[in-house]
């Protein structure tokens, strides 16, 4: 699992177009988490990509018009609790509520803990 | 006081637009009612994808941005395919639609769709407008987009009691971009590191594409690539950016290039990238392509990086910029000999074999034919087999004068991308180069050819069948021509007469013979030099195959060629 933190101008289909890059290459997002953040917005999406993906993606998101700023991906174990996901995820945060993967997919836990 | 339909015409008025394309329809109505008077000449097409596809003719060889309207429902979708395209190819494009009124949006109101949702995928830009005093920045920031840095398609979708709304409006405003931390061009050093690397290459490359074309640097480009002295090659949107007669020159590239240019392609161990997304078409197999190379590449658009294999040297930014400042320092540097590389690549050993097999005929009369054209000429290529005869037959240097739709592949393209190649270009000749299965696909718009009277010369290269795909049939799937033949095609000649365009015929025999017949040089002749919109068919040998070609998901090296 990876970790991408993008920076965007609040704009008309701004995160759509975040979310429909990963959704083209039929990548699965279980975690979204989009927030006012200073004067712009953030997304924070946890997906499982290779390494291939994480540069066709973090492009991507740049090429999008309103995208500020992509910090690239970090895998999860590497950052353990210092990520706002993963400290959402350990607190048990209900978003998205039936996310298998989160909840309770044994491989990602442990890299998690 | 203004109508926002008069508001949106004003914008484009501002924006430079003299000429639009499009289909009326219901929610766009009062943008049509608005026409008269405006200052904005709008081309009636017969479908809305001829609009899309003229408009994208227009922006390819005019460098403005093309504009195409439609109304809401069928009229916006019918626009996506032309999107699409505009997206792969870089075309700046502005599609305005009519959308239902705003308080009927969401209900599934008769002729309503979701166009922004619709197009989010493939557009640049977009915007669904909420309110009439956002017309004008929306217009502006739209416009925008689609002409900077990596050209390509906007949506600006109207909601049809927006249009009929008025306010007072103090003219057209601009639109100022904000910055990005990352949107820094590459650093001066880049052509330290570019030149050290030049210098330990052996057997360095030059690769163009269309974004060379799109920089407006075509002379600073030949002028460096005289400088560097290797082999080079073009895509198929790169062709005309190098002049074909410079010795280096060695054609086109990938899955239907030269031998020449995909076997330097191949062995190369530096690869200079001007301006190429790198797709599949180019690289064939992306774990083979280039093996032994490293890569530079100079790119504008930071999300064509790295596609197929990581590249040693990123060069981001305009190559108007950064050609001259590699150029610069190339002066003052001192370069290896690869003159033995150079003999090598660029030698008879390696040379085009002459035209041969069933598609020899074919490939003569379109020799013939574009040997007669006017310098400046433009050729518009649907797609398909007739489109990679074409492409390799293509040998001017009129860096606007090859147009098709390269990356989406989109059949249809030709017929009405030539009627807005000739509007941007009313003295230019215009020879769209179809297929019997394109030509079919927008055979409409020889009306809109016919009402505006332009002297388009169309050529349908007729083998009864879809062409390429039968051809893969052939030497992929067991000669099994499933769905591919199209031997009960219309007499296209009959057709042309219906929409009194003046049609004719010649069939392949006469090109058997070498040189051609006088007669039919002169019939060639009169085709192109008539002021009146011509069509002429071709009766191409239905099992006539394009060659050298690399199959899908080989190396470039590994060229399939014409049987003796």
């Not at chain 1, 999860?76 to 350990?90: G, L, N, P, Q, Y």
């Not at chain 2, 097409?45 to 460098?63: K, L």
């Not at chain 2, 995909?262 to 790198?278: I, K, P, Q, S, Y």
């Amino acid at each position: 699992m990876h970790v991408f933190h993008i920076r965007y101008r609040n704009t008309q289909g701004t995160l759509m177009r975040i979310l429909t890059a990963a959704c083209r290459r039929g990548i699965d997002t279980p975690y979204v988490q989009a927030e006012p953040s200073a004067h712009e917005h953030q997304v924070t999406l946890l997906m499982e990509v290779n390494q291939k993906q994480v540069g066709q993606l973090s492009r991507d998101w740049y090429a999008i018009v309103d995208v500020l700023e992509v910090d690239p991906a970090i895998a999860v174990h590497e950052v353990a609790e210092r990520t706002r996901v993963a400290r959402a995820i350990s607190s048990g945060a209900p978003h998205p509520p039936g996310s298998a993967v989160l909840a309770g997919d044994g491989a990602t836990q442990p890299a998690l803990a | 006081m203004r109508k926002g339909s008069q508001i949106v015409l004003e914008c484009l008025r501002a924006e430079g637009v003299d000429l639009v394309f499009g289909y009326p329809g219901g929610a766009i109505m009062p943008l049509y009612d608005a026409l008269e008077g405006s200052g904005v000449r709008h081309i009636l097409t017969r479908h809305e994808q001829g609009a899309v596809f003229a408009a994208e003719g227009y922006a390819r060889v005019a460098g403005k941005v093309g504009v195409a309207m439609a109304t809401s429902g069928p009229g916006a979708t019918n626009l996506v395919t032309g999107i699409a395209d505009a997206k792969m190819d870089s075309v700046p494009l502005v599609c305005i639609t009519g959308q239902v009124r705003s308080a009927l949006i969401g209900s599934d109101a008769f002729q309503e769709t979701d166009v922004f949702g619709l197009t989010l995928s493939m557009t640049k830009w977009s915007r669904l407008v909420k309110s009439i005093q956002e017309i004008p920045a929306v217009i502006a920031e739209g416009f925008h987009w689609a002409r900077s840095g990596r050209p390509g398609p906007v949506v600006i979708d109207i909601p049809t009691d927006l249009l009929k709304a008025s306010m007072e409006f103090g003219g057209a405003v601009k639109f100022t971009p904000h910055q990005r931390p990352a949107d820094t061009p590459a650093a001066p050093e880049f052509t330290d590191t570019l030149v050290a690397m030049l210098q330990q290459a052996s057997k360095p490359v030059a690769l163009v594409g269309a974004g060379a074309k799109l920089s407006g640097a075509i002379p600073e480009l030949r002028q460096l690539l005289d400088r560097l002295n290797v082999p080079t090659f073009a895509t198929v949107h790169g062709l005309g950016a190098v002049d074909p007669t410079v010795p280096y020159y060695l054609g086109m590239v990938g899955m239907h290039g030269t031998r020449a240019a995909n076997t330097a392609l191949h062995e190369t161990d530096l690869l200079m990238v001007f301006g190429a997304r790198l797709d599949d078409r180019v690289t064939g197999d992306p774990s083979r392509f280039a093996p032994d190379a490293k890569i530079v590449h100079f790119e504008i658009d930071p999300a064509q990086l790295d596609r197929v294999r990581p590249c040693q040297l990123a060069v981001m930014g305009d190559l108007a910029e950064t050609i001259p400042a590699f150029h610069e320092e190339l002066r003052r540097a001192s370069l290896p000999d690869c003159s033995r590389w150079r003999a090598v690549a660029c030698g008879p050993g390696r040379a085009e074999l002459d035209p041969r097999g069933l598609a020899q005929p074919t490939i003569r009369f379109l020799d013939e034919l574009f040997s007669r054209l006017p310098e400046d000429s433009v050729i518009v290529a649907d797609v398909g087999q007739h489109q990679m005869w074409a492409a390799q037959r293509y040998h001017s240097d009129s860096a606007r004068g090859f147009i098709t739709s390269g990356g989406l592949g989109a059949m249809g393209f030709a017929l009405p991308a030539a009627v807005g190649v000739q509007l941007a270009q009313p003295e230019t000749t215009v020879l769209c180069v179809s297929g019997d299965g394109g030509i079919q696909m927008n055979i409409q718009e020889l009306a809109t050819i016919r009402r505006l009277g332009l002297p388009i010369k169309t050529v349908i290269i007729d083998n009864q069948y879809l062409g390429m795909v039968r051809q893969w049939q052939q030497l992929f799937y067991q000669r099994n021509y499933a769905e591919t033949d199209l031997s009960d095609n219309p007499d296209f000649v009959e057709i042309a007469k219906a929409y009194r365009i003046t049609g004719q015929r010649i069939h392949e025999e006469v090109m058997r013979e070498f040189p051609v017949a006088a007669e039919t040089g002169d019939q060639l002749d009169r085709f192109l030099r008539s002021r009146e919109p011509e069509l002429l068919v071709f009766d191409c040998h239905p099992e006539a195959n394009v060659y050298p070609m690399v199959p899908a998901g080989a190396a470039l090296s590994e060229m399939l060629f014409e049987e003796e």
